[in-house]
């Protein structure tokens, strides 16, 4: 039987790679790029499209099904990516179409944290489930709502957005230009801001005050090591995180959280704050039946995978 | 060609009403029985069914297509009525499975709100509508939520409980047991509950001061006459929920939210709070792109005729 391979394109602020991946989900092909390299999206459609087309030479025109892209604020059903802040690109960028054009190929386009949500669907932790929610902790806190096993995009695409959800008035400066987002306390800049607020305050002992910039993985370290602050942070963090999910649950009664990304990174230690948070906020009808879990795909690039299964 | 009838049930806290529904929902037949008079729900099941039976006489029996019941704490999935306090019955009773038993016809179950978020997309305003929004505002805040047509159950069949996501912490006691749920600011019962501490805390005139006890109706009249305190109650009641819509936009992306139940008779005068709050908390991606309407329904039997169309 011929190979049926689909080309994932994951979106990042630091990163773009591209992925030949099978039906298995096994990445036969990798490429990356930095982001940065491309003020225009055009520049992107370019580079990246003459890479896809070179490297395909290898395949017969039909093994190649799709390209399928995972970018931040991208619409599922326009194809496009729209006001993305992150990619420092104005507007409404139709780059699906722009793909086509380039490349010939069928392209479809989802926001990043859908992508990842697929990827657990489809090749992850929840390929049993019908409902389930994907968090990303990473930059910004994203998510992916699954029903039924579709993804929630509602009337206009963008629905899921966990992370814009207001938790606390007048709280933190959200890039979104609001305050006191879900994801200025609960994501790898939230913890960041968490800690640093805590050293500000005190003149408490810390192996963290030694670096110039901390970093989310430089708190778990510590909090491994014992540091106190880095400790309160990620319970702290913990703590908004679950007493929030309580609420999506009585929204969505999912079967189960996946967290992904850099923060979750830490989920030995940030999964019991989440847990015991959520069981003292939780509606008694939900009361456990929803657990949280890392992401069986996290040392693996979900958001290619999910944006490559897009065409599955 | 032969009517195809359906039996409407809608259990509410006060009363019991059945009707014999027509698929262009029509009600051609309409009894009420009080609540109170059911301890137990078996002799509820006795007395309700029997009526039934004997009005079904009237009707040959292929006509007669299914009975449809909208209760509080209902669950789709299993026609289970669950831990209901407002009804006074404990536990979790089959009320599906008794109906069958009792008539022998076939017999679903809903959530009060979801039955009166499908009469909306059957019969209402969400008629040519994929996503939407219907919030119940009695004496709690029930919400039926509908994506892609179809009523978002989740997991458990108990999703979409948009009242009991807490709004304030350590705000109002809410039924549930937890505290600063929404509906304990935005129902029929916050607005009163707010008035009255308008009305301790000052000492300003106010029409409403000479009611023993006041009822929302009694706040929209003095509204409506002038009255600050009524004016302002209305505004804050808006407020909240406003603000609350705006993050629940943020997650569902409904094409339009439907208010109905007692407190939404004063949609001329909630309406403009509520749209000023959601436009200022709004996420940017989601400005303008949702509606908030009075139910079409309102005047009629919403959940009745919703939990009809269980059978459409």
């Known amino acids: 039987m011929q190979n049926k391979i689909s080309i994932g394109i994951d979106i990042g602020g630091t990163n773009i790679e591209v992925g030949w991946v099978k039906a298995d989900g096994t990445v036969i092909k990798h490429l990356i790029f930095k982001t940065s390299r491309f003020e225009q999206p055009e520049l992107l459609v370019e580079e990246v499209g003459n890479a ?14 799709g390209i399928g892209i ?28 722009m793909f086509i054009e380039k490349t010939g190929i069928n ?27 994907v968090v990303t902790l990473g930059t910004g806190l994203g998510s992916g709502i699954v029903i039924n096993r579709n993804i929630l995009y509602g009337s206009t695409g963008f629905a899921g957005e966990l992370g814009h959800t207001i938790v606390e008035n007048n709280g933190r400066e959200c890039g979104c230009g609001r305050k006191g987002c879900l994801e200025t306390y ?32 430089d708190i778990f ?13 990620i319970e702290y963090t913990g703590t908004i995180l679950g007493k929030h999910l309580a609420d999506y649950i009585a929204l969505f009664s999912p079967e189960a959280i996946f967290l992904t990304g850099g923060l979750a990174k ?7 704050s989440i847990e015991k948070a959520m069981d003292e906020n939780i509606l008694k009808i939900f009361k456990n039946t ?7 795909l996290m040392e693996q ?12």
Do not use: C
């Open 52 to 65: 896809i087309l070179k490297e395909n030479q290898e395949f017969s025109s039909d093994e190649i099904i």
């Open 70 to 97: 995972g970018a931040p604020n991208g619409n599922y059903y326009n194809g496009t990516i729209e006001f993305a802040p992150n990619l420092g690109w104005e507007g409404i960028i139709p780059l699906a179409e």
């Open 107 to 133: 392209t479809k386009l989802t926001n990043d944290a859908n992508a990842a949500a697929y990827a657990e669907m489809i090749y992850g932790g929840a390929q049993e489930m019908n409902d389930f929610l």
């Open 186 to 217: 609960a994501s790898a800049t939230g913890i960041v801001k968490t800690i640093n607020n805590y050293l500000e305050l005190s003149k408490k002992d810390s192996s963290l005050r030694s670096l110039e910039v901390i970093e989310s993985e």
């Open 221 to 233: 370290e510590a909090a491994v090591e014992g540091d106190d602050y880095a400790n309160k942070a």
């Open 266 to 272: 830490a989920h030995s230690l940030l999964i019991p």
């Open 290 to 296: 929803v657990k949280v879990y890392p992401s069986v």
């Open 301 to 312: 690039n979900a958001g290619l995978l999910g944006a490559a299964a897009l065409h599955s």
